[in-house]
Protein backbone atom coordinates (compact mmCIF):
# COMPACT_ATOMS: atom_id res chain seq x y z
CA UNK A 1 0.00 0.00 0.00
CA UNK A 2 1.48 3.40 -1.02
CA UNK A 3 0.95 5.80 1.70
CA UNK A 4 -0.99 8.95 1.16
CA UNK A 5 -1.82 11.29 3.68
CA UNK A 6 -3.76 14.66 3.34
CA UNK A 7 -3.18 18.71 4.96
CA UNK A 8 -6.56 19.97 4.58
CA UNK A 9 -6.85 23.97 5.90
CA UNK A 10 -10.01 25.83 5.06
CA UNK A 11 -8.76 29.43 3.57
CA UNK A 12 -10.91 31.05 6.39
CA UNK A 13 -7.42 32.80 8.30
CA UNK A 14 -4.18 32.69 8.95
CA UNK A 15 -2.05 29.26 9.63
CA UNK A 16 -0.87 29.63 12.65
CA UNK A 17 1.69 26.92 14.55
CA UNK A 18 -0.50 24.79 15.43
CA UNK A 19 -2.32 23.87 11.51
CA UNK A 20 1.61 23.99 10.23
CA UNK A 21 2.32 21.18 13.02
CA UNK A 22 -0.14 18.96 11.69
CA UNK A 23 1.19 20.06 7.91
CA UNK A 24 4.65 19.12 8.57
CA UNK A 25 3.28 16.08 10.92
CA UNK A 26 1.24 14.45 7.97
CA UNK A 27 4.34 15.59 5.37
CA UNK A 28 6.92 14.03 7.68
CA UNK A 29 4.89 10.68 7.52
CA UNK A 30 4.63 10.51 3.93
CA UNK A 31 8.13 11.34 3.22
CA UNK A 32 9.26 9.11 5.52
CA UNK A 33 7.27 6.45 3.85
CA UNK A 34 8.10 7.26 0.39
CA UNK A 35 4.68 8.47 -0.30
CA UNK A 36 2.04 11.31 -1.23
CA UNK A 37 1.07 14.98 0.23
CA UNK A 38 -1.90 16.24 -0.71
CA UNK A 39 -2.94 19.81 -0.04
CA UNK A 40 -6.38 20.04 -0.01
CA UNK A 41 -8.31 23.06 0.36
CA UNK A 42 -11.24 22.96 2.53
CA UNK A 43 -13.58 25.58 0.89
CA UNK A 44 -17.14 24.94 1.03
CA UNK A 45 -17.85 27.73 4.07
CA UNK A 46 -18.21 30.21 0.97
CA UNK A 47 -19.18 33.43 3.80
CA UNK A 48 -15.24 32.93 5.23
CA UNK A 49 -13.08 31.74 2.46
CA UNK A 50 -11.25 34.09 1.00
CA UNK A 51 -9.13 34.18 -2.10
CA UNK A 52 -5.60 35.78 0.40
CA UNK A 53 -5.97 33.13 2.85
CA UNK A 54 -5.42 30.44 0.09
CA UNK A 55 -2.42 32.30 -1.05
CA UNK A 56 -1.39 32.72 2.50
CA UNK A 57 -1.49 28.69 3.17
CA UNK A 58 0.45 28.05 -0.05
CA UNK A 59 3.01 30.75 0.63
CA UNK A 60 3.84 28.81 4.06
CA UNK A 61 4.14 26.00 3.12
CA UNK A 62 6.59 26.71 0.57
CA UNK A 63 8.41 28.68 3.03
CA UNK A 64 8.81 25.95 5.13
CA UNK A 65 9.65 23.40 2.23
CA UNK A 66 6.67 21.11 2.38
CA UNK A 67 6.12 20.96 -1.36
CA UNK A 68 2.70 18.97 -2.01
CA UNK A 69 2.36 16.17 -4.78
CA UNK A 70 -0.84 16.75 -5.18
CA UNK A 71 -3.54 19.91 -4.83
CA UNK A 72 -7.40 19.31 -4.56
CA UNK A 73 -10.12 22.54 -3.91
CA UNK A 74 -13.29 21.17 -2.43
CA UNK A 75 -15.41 24.33 -4.23
CA UNK A 76 -14.65 22.50 -7.36
CA UNK A 77 -15.96 19.20 -6.26
CA UNK A 78 -19.71 19.84 -5.38
CA UNK A 79 -20.95 17.83 -8.51
CA UNK A 80 -19.34 15.02 -6.97
CA UNK A 81 -20.54 15.58 -3.65
CA UNK A 82 -24.19 16.00 -4.83
CA UNK A 83 -23.46 12.08 -6.24
CA UNK A 84 -23.10 10.68 -3.10
CA UNK A 85 -25.63 12.88 -1.54
CA UNK A 86 -28.17 11.46 -4.11
CA UNK A 87 -26.76 8.18 -3.64
CA UNK A 88 -27.02 8.05 0.19
CA UNK A 89 -30.41 9.36 -0.01
CA UNK A 90 -31.76 6.48 -2.08
CA UNK A 91 -30.28 4.14 0.05
CA UNK A 92 -32.15 5.74 3.42
CA UNK A 93 -28.71 6.75 5.07
CA UNK A 94 -29.61 10.25 4.47
CA UNK A 95 -32.43 11.68 5.50
CA UNK A 96 -34.59 15.16 5.83
CA UNK A 97 -35.16 17.10 8.72
CA UNK A 98 -37.49 20.72 9.29
CA UNK A 99 -36.03 21.83 13.00
CA UNK A 100 -34.93 25.31 13.02
CA UNK A 101 -31.80 26.11 14.59
CA UNK A 102 -33.64 27.79 17.91
CA UNK A 103 -36.15 24.27 18.49
CA UNK A 104 -33.00 22.41 18.16
CA UNK A 105 -31.36 24.66 20.67
CA UNK A 106 -34.24 24.18 23.06
CA UNK A 107 -34.29 20.53 22.28
CA UNK A 108 -30.76 20.51 23.60
CA UNK A 109 -31.16 22.63 26.24
CA UNK A 110 -33.91 20.51 27.76
CA UNK A 111 -31.76 17.35 27.58
CA UNK A 112 -29.12 18.98 29.12
CA UNK A 113 -31.08 19.84 31.54
CA UNK A 114 -32.29 16.53 32.38
CA UNK A 115 -28.87 15.76 32.35
CA UNK A 116 -28.43 13.51 29.22
CA UNK A 117 -26.14 13.62 26.15
CA UNK A 118 -27.31 16.09 23.40
CA UNK A 119 -28.39 13.34 20.60
CA UNK A 120 -30.54 14.30 17.97
CA UNK A 121 -33.84 12.01 18.84
CA UNK A 122 -34.59 11.30 15.23
CA UNK A 123 -38.31 12.99 15.03
CA UNK A 124 -37.69 13.83 11.32
CA UNK A 125 -37.82 10.26 10.77
CA UNK A 126 -41.21 9.71 12.25
CA UNK A 127 -42.59 12.22 9.41
CA UNK A 128 -45.06 11.30 7.06
CA UNK A 129 -45.25 12.31 3.07
CA UNK A 130 -47.94 14.78 4.21
CA UNK A 131 -46.03 16.12 7.10
CA UNK A 132 -43.16 17.06 4.95
CA UNK A 133 -45.60 18.39 2.58
CA UNK A 134 -47.30 20.84 4.89
CA UNK A 135 -43.58 21.97 6.82
CA UNK A 136 -42.63 22.24 3.34
CA UNK A 137 -45.55 24.52 1.92
CA UNK A 138 -44.77 26.55 5.03
CA UNK A 139 -41.82 27.63 3.23
CA UNK A 140 -39.27 25.42 5.24
CA UNK A 141 -36.08 23.55 3.57
CA UNK A 142 -35.29 20.97 4.89
CA UNK A 143 -31.28 19.60 6.18
CA UNK A 144 -30.11 16.14 5.88
CA UNK A 145 -28.89 14.13 8.61
CA UNK A 146 -26.61 10.69 8.75
CA UNK A 147 -28.29 7.64 9.66
CA UNK A 148 -26.16 5.86 11.68
CA UNK A 149 -26.10 2.64 13.19
CA UNK A 150 -26.16 1.60 16.66
CA UNK A 151 -23.56 -0.72 16.83
CA UNK A 152 -19.92 -0.12 18.17
CA UNK A 153 -17.33 1.99 16.10
CA UNK A 154 -13.52 1.14 16.47
CA UNK A 155 -10.39 1.66 15.09
CA UNK A 156 -6.59 1.90 16.61
CA UNK A 157 -5.11 5.14 16.32
CA UNK A 158 -1.25 5.52 15.61
CA UNK A 159 -1.54 7.96 18.75
CA UNK A 160 -4.38 7.19 20.91
CA UNK A 161 -4.11 3.33 20.53
CA UNK A 162 -7.52 1.44 20.68
CA UNK A 163 -10.37 3.89 20.35
CA UNK A 164 -13.81 2.64 21.05
CA UNK A 165 -17.40 4.89 20.56
CA UNK A 166 -20.87 3.45 21.15
CA UNK A 167 -23.06 4.26 17.54
CA UNK A 168 -26.53 4.96 20.13
CA UNK A 169 -24.10 7.84 22.09
CA UNK A 170 -23.28 9.39 19.26
CA UNK A 171 -25.96 11.93 17.33
CA UNK A 172 -26.85 11.65 13.65
CA UNK A 173 -24.72 14.60 12.05
CA UNK A 174 -26.21 17.11 9.43
CA UNK A 175 -24.00 16.74 5.96
CA UNK A 176 -26.44 19.20 4.02
CA UNK A 177 -27.61 22.34 4.49
CA UNK A 178 -30.80 24.02 3.87
CA UNK A 179 -29.31 25.63 0.95
CA UNK A 180 -27.76 22.52 -0.65
CA UNK A 181 -24.87 23.11 0.19
CA UNK A 182 -22.24 20.03 2.19
CA UNK A 183 -20.81 20.24 5.10
CA UNK A 184 -17.41 19.22 6.05
CA UNK A 185 -18.32 15.48 7.66
CA UNK A 186 -19.46 14.45 4.41
CA UNK A 187 -17.25 16.71 1.89
CA UNK A 188 -14.01 15.29 3.79
CA UNK A 189 -14.98 11.59 3.59
CA UNK A 190 -15.99 11.66 -0.21
CA UNK A 191 -12.25 13.21 -1.44
CA UNK A 192 -10.69 11.31 1.50
CA UNK A 193 -11.94 8.12 -0.71
CA UNK A 194 -12.00 9.63 -3.81
CA UNK A 195 -8.23 10.30 -3.75
CA UNK A 196 -7.12 7.70 -2.06
CA UNK A 197 -5.98 8.81 1.31
CA UNK A 198 -4.29 6.14 3.45
CA UNK A 199 -3.77 7.98 6.46
CA UNK A 200 -5.49 10.68 8.04
CA UNK A 201 -3.37 12.73 10.71
CA UNK A 202 -5.38 15.77 12.23
CA UNK A 203 -6.07 17.13 15.68
CA UNK A 204 -7.71 15.38 18.60
CA UNK A 205 -10.50 17.30 18.40
CA UNK A 206 -11.47 15.26 15.64
CA UNK A 207 -12.18 12.15 17.53
CA UNK A 208 -15.72 12.08 17.28
CA UNK A 209 -15.97 13.04 14.09
CA UNK A 210 -13.44 10.28 13.31
CA UNK A 211 -16.34 7.68 14.61
CA UNK A 212 -19.24 9.26 12.29
CA UNK A 213 -17.29 9.20 9.37
CA UNK A 214 -16.30 5.78 9.73
CA UNK A 215 -19.47 5.03 9.64
CA UNK A 216 -19.87 7.38 6.42
CA UNK A 217 -16.62 6.08 4.68
CA UNK A 218 -18.15 2.60 4.81
CA UNK A 219 -21.47 3.68 3.74
CA UNK A 220 -20.01 5.56 0.40
CA UNK A 221 -18.02 2.13 0.15
CA UNK A 222 -14.64 3.75 0.55
CA UNK A 223 -11.90 2.22 2.08
CA UNK A 224 -11.41 3.67 6.03
CA UNK A 225 -8.31 5.30 6.43
CA UNK A 226 -5.37 4.61 9.50
CA UNK A 227 -6.55 7.88 12.08
CA UNK A 228 -4.13 9.00 14.17
CA UNK A 229 -5.02 11.88 16.30
CA UNK A 230 -2.57 14.54 17.51
CA UNK A 231 -3.08 16.66 21.19
CA UNK A 232 -4.01 20.07 20.17
CA UNK A 233 -0.92 22.82 20.48
CA UNK A 234 -1.47 25.87 23.13
CA UNK A 235 0.25 28.86 23.55
CA UNK A 236 2.72 28.93 26.73
CA UNK A 237 -0.24 30.02 28.89
CA UNK A 238 -2.23 26.46 28.06
CA UNK A 239 -4.37 28.55 25.68
CA UNK A 240 -5.75 27.62 22.64
CA UNK A 241 -4.84 29.18 18.97
CA UNK A 242 -7.06 30.85 16.77
CA UNK A 243 -6.27 31.70 12.91
CA UNK A 244 -8.65 33.83 12.96
CA UNK A 245 -7.19 36.29 15.47
CA UNK A 246 -3.79 35.50 13.78
CA UNK A 247 -2.94 34.00 17.02
CA UNK A 248 1.07 33.12 16.82
CA UNK A 249 0.72 33.26 12.81
CA UNK A 250 3.34 31.52 10.14
CA UNK A 251 3.46 35.19 8.32
CA UNK A 252 3.49 37.05 11.35
CA UNK A 253 6.81 34.72 12.92
CA UNK A 254 8.36 34.86 9.23
CA UNK A 255 7.79 38.61 8.41
CA UNK A 256 7.55 40.30 11.95
CA UNK A 257 9.53 37.98 14.36
CA UNK A 258 11.94 36.92 11.48
CA UNK A 259 12.42 32.91 12.67
CA UNK A 260 13.88 31.16 10.06
CA UNK A 261 11.97 27.86 8.39
CA UNK A 262 14.04 25.62 9.89
CA UNK A 263 13.91 26.59 13.63
CA UNK A 264 9.71 26.41 12.99
CA UNK A 265 10.21 22.74 11.57
CA UNK A 266 13.14 21.49 14.51
CA UNK A 267 10.76 22.87 17.27
CA UNK A 268 7.31 21.75 15.85
CA UNK A 269 8.61 18.74 14.79
CA UNK A 270 9.34 17.39 17.99
CA UNK A 271 6.95 19.44 20.08
CA UNK A 272 5.14 16.71 22.32
CA UNK A 273 7.39 13.68 21.44
CA UNK A 274 10.03 12.15 23.17
CA UNK A 275 12.50 13.29 21.24
CA UNK A 276 15.15 16.52 22.78
CA UNK A 277 14.51 19.69 20.27
CA UNK A 278 17.58 20.36 18.60
CA UNK A 279 18.68 22.52 15.67
CA UNK A 280 18.18 20.75 12.55
CA UNK A 281 19.28 22.51 8.75
CA UNK A 282 17.44 20.90 6.92
CA UNK A 283 14.05 18.89 6.37
CA UNK A 284 15.79 15.49 5.33
CA UNK A 285 17.13 15.44 9.08
CA UNK A 286 13.84 15.50 10.48
CA UNK A 287 12.75 12.63 7.65
CA UNK A 288 15.12 10.57 9.31
CA UNK A 289 14.49 10.71 12.92
CA UNK A 290 11.04 10.93 12.37
CA UNK A 291 8.54 8.08 13.80
CA UNK A 292 5.10 8.79 14.92
CA UNK A 293 4.91 6.69 17.68
CA UNK A 294 6.88 9.28 19.60
CA UNK A 295 4.05 11.32 19.53
CA UNK A 296 2.70 11.82 23.31
CA UNK A 297 -0.87 12.20 24.19
CA UNK A 298 0.28 15.35 26.62
CA UNK A 299 -0.61 18.44 25.56
CA UNK A 300 2.20 20.37 23.67
CA UNK A 301 3.14 24.11 24.44
CA UNK A 302 4.21 26.33 22.31
CA UNK A 303 6.19 29.64 23.68
CA UNK A 304 7.93 32.04 21.21
CA UNK A 305 10.64 32.21 23.36
CA UNK A 306 12.53 28.76 22.84
CA UNK A 307 11.33 29.49 19.13
CA UNK A 308 13.62 32.58 19.24
CA UNK A 309 16.49 30.71 21.16
CA UNK A 310 16.59 27.82 19.13
CA UNK A 311 16.82 30.49 15.72
CA UNK A 312 19.27 31.85 17.27
CA UNK A 313 21.10 28.06 17.49
CA UNK A 314 20.16 27.83 13.62
CA UNK A 315 21.86 31.00 12.40
CA UNK A 316 24.75 30.11 14.24
CA UNK A 317 25.06 27.30 12.06
CA UNK A 318 23.47 28.55 8.67
CA UNK A 319 26.54 28.96 5.99
CA UNK A 320 26.62 32.12 3.88
CA UNK A 321 24.69 30.48 1.07
CA UNK A 322 21.77 30.03 2.88
CA UNK A 323 20.94 33.52 3.93
CA UNK A 324 22.63 35.58 1.10
CA UNK A 325 19.28 36.46 0.25
CA UNK A 326 18.02 37.49 3.51
CA UNK A 327 21.14 39.79 3.64
CA UNK A 328 20.45 40.88 0.07
CA UNK A 329 17.17 41.36 1.27
CA UNK A 330 17.86 43.90 4.20
CA UNK A 331 20.33 45.82 1.74
CA UNK A 332 23.48 44.35 2.58
CA UNK A 333 24.54 43.45 -0.95
CA UNK A 334 27.89 43.28 -0.55
CA UNK A 335 27.73 40.95 2.57
CA UNK A 336 30.58 38.10 2.24
CA UNK A 337 30.89 34.97 4.30
CA UNK A 338 34.13 36.70 5.91
CA UNK A 339 31.47 39.31 7.17
CA UNK A 340 28.73 36.46 8.34
CA UNK A 341 30.85 34.05 9.84
CA UNK A 342 32.16 37.00 11.98
CA UNK A 343 28.94 38.26 13.43
CA UNK A 344 26.35 35.31 12.90
CA UNK A 345 27.57 33.90 16.92
CA UNK A 346 25.82 37.18 18.05
CA UNK A 347 22.80 37.33 15.99
CA UNK A 348 19.04 35.67 17.37
CA UNK A 349 18.04 36.82 13.79
CA UNK A 350 19.27 38.00 10.86
CA UNK A 351 18.14 41.29 11.07
CA UNK A 352 20.31 42.13 13.48
CA UNK A 353 23.05 41.81 10.49
CA UNK A 354 22.67 45.02 10.15
CA UNK A 355 23.58 46.69 13.06
CA UNK A 356 27.10 45.04 12.58
CA UNK A 357 27.42 45.74 9.54
CA UNK A 358 26.94 49.60 9.88
CA UNK A 359 29.87 48.95 12.60
CA UNK A 360 31.99 47.44 10.43
CA UNK A 361 31.10 49.41 6.97
CA UNK A 362 29.47 52.95 8.52
CA UNK A 363 31.12 55.62 10.57
CA UNK A 364 30.66 54.80 14.07
CA UNK A 365 31.33 57.00 17.10
CA UNK A 366 33.34 55.60 19.40
CA UNK A 367 33.55 55.30 23.17
CA UNK A 368 36.90 56.45 23.58
CA UNK A 369 37.46 56.38 27.70
CA UNK A 370 40.87 56.26 27.59
CA UNK A 371 42.62 58.40 25.43
CA UNK A 372 46.74 57.97 26.39
CA UNK A 373 45.97 54.25 26.70
CA UNK A 374 44.07 53.73 23.19
CA UNK A 375 46.61 56.13 21.53
CA UNK A 376 49.58 53.94 22.64
CA UNK A 377 47.28 50.97 21.20
CA UNK A 378 46.74 52.82 17.91
CA UNK A 379 50.58 53.40 17.56
CA UNK A 380 50.82 49.81 18.10
CA UNK A 381 48.44 48.88 14.84
CA UNK A 382 50.46 46.33 12.63
CA UNK A 383 49.94 47.08 8.47
CA UNK A 384 47.54 45.85 6.38
CA UNK A 385 46.37 42.85 5.07
CA UNK A 386 44.95 42.02 8.21
CA UNK A 387 43.89 38.58 8.84
CA UNK A 388 42.06 36.41 11.70
CA UNK A 389 45.58 36.24 13.71
CA UNK A 390 45.90 40.42 13.54
CA UNK A 391 43.96 40.57 17.00
CA UNK A 392 45.92 38.33 18.43
CA UNK A 393 49.08 39.60 17.19
CA UNK A 394 48.07 43.40 18.17
CA UNK A 395 47.03 42.80 21.43
CA UNK A 396 49.88 40.75 22.53
CA UNK A 397 52.14 43.73 21.49
CA UNK A 398 49.91 46.22 23.39
CA UNK A 399 49.59 44.06 26.53
CA UNK A 400 53.52 44.07 26.61
CA UNK A 401 53.80 47.57 25.66
CA UNK A 402 51.48 48.39 28.58
CA UNK A 403 51.20 45.52 30.92
CA UNK A 404 47.58 45.41 30.66
CA UNK A 405 45.32 42.18 30.65
CA UNK A 406 42.26 40.86 30.50
CA UNK A 407 39.13 43.40 30.97
CA UNK A 408 41.49 46.26 31.33
CA UNK A 409 43.50 45.30 28.19
CA UNK A 410 39.96 44.39 25.95
CA UNK A 411 36.96 46.24 26.85
CA UNK A 412 38.82 49.89 26.01
CA UNK A 413 39.30 48.51 22.79
CA UNK A 414 36.42 47.17 22.14
CA UNK A 415 34.53 50.32 23.40
CA UNK A 416 36.59 52.37 20.75
CA UNK A 417 36.29 49.86 17.61
CA UNK A 418 32.74 49.48 17.82
CA UNK A 419 31.26 51.78 20.69
CA UNK A 420 29.48 48.96 22.22
CA UNK A 421 30.39 46.82 25.39
CA UNK A 422 29.79 43.81 23.54
CA UNK A 423 29.73 41.68 20.54
CA UNK A 424 31.33 39.40 17.74
CA UNK A 425 34.79 38.53 18.65
CA UNK A 426 37.30 41.18 17.64
CA UNK A 427 39.46 39.20 16.07
CA UNK A 428 36.54 38.29 13.20
CA UNK A 429 35.45 42.16 13.44
CA UNK A 430 39.20 43.73 13.04
CA UNK A 431 39.85 42.71 9.32
CA UNK A 432 36.34 43.47 8.55
CA UNK A 433 36.51 47.19 10.14
CA UNK A 434 40.06 47.71 8.36
CA UNK A 435 43.19 49.70 9.39
CA UNK A 436 41.79 53.24 8.53
CA UNK A 437 38.67 53.17 10.31
CA UNK A 438 40.35 51.27 13.20
CA UNK A 439 43.11 54.04 13.43
CA UNK A 440 40.78 56.89 13.38
CA UNK A 441 38.31 55.67 15.77
CA UNK A 442 41.28 54.36 18.45
CA UNK A 443 41.92 58.61 18.13
CA UNK A 444 38.29 59.43 19.22
CA UNK A 445 36.90 60.29 15.31
CA UNK A 446 33.71 58.83 13.85
CA UNK A 447 34.93 56.41 11.15
Known amino acids: MSVAVRFAPSPTGLLHVGNVRLALVN ?3 ARKAGGTFLLRLDDTDEE ?3 PEYAEGIERDLTWLGLAWDRFARESDRYGRYDEVAAALKASGRLYPCY ?7 LKRASLVSQGRPPIYDRAALRLTDADRARLESEGRKPHWRFKLEHSPVEWTDLVRGPVHFEGAALSDPVLIREDGRPLYTL ?4 DDADLSITHV ?4 DHVANTAVQIQIFEAVGGAVPVFAHLPLLTDAAGQGLSKRLGSL ?8 EGIEPMALASLLAKLGTSDAIEPRLTLDELVA ?6 VSRATPKFDPEDLLRLNARILHLLPFERVAGELAALGLDDADAAFWEAVRPNLSRVAEARDWWAVTHAPVAPAADDPAFLAEAAALLPEEPWDLSTWGTWTGAVKAKTGRKGKDLFLPLRRALTGRDHGPELKNLLPLIGRTRAQKRLAGETA
Not at 187 to 190: D, F, G, M
Not at 289 to 294: G, N, P, R, S, V
Request: net charge negative; proline share 3%; hydrophobic share 35%.
Open 187 to 190: TSVV
Open 99 to 105: ETPEELN
Open 249 to 256: SVASLREE
Open 201 to 204: IRGE
Open 27 to 29: WLF
Open 48 to 50: RSK
Open 289 to 294: EFDIAK
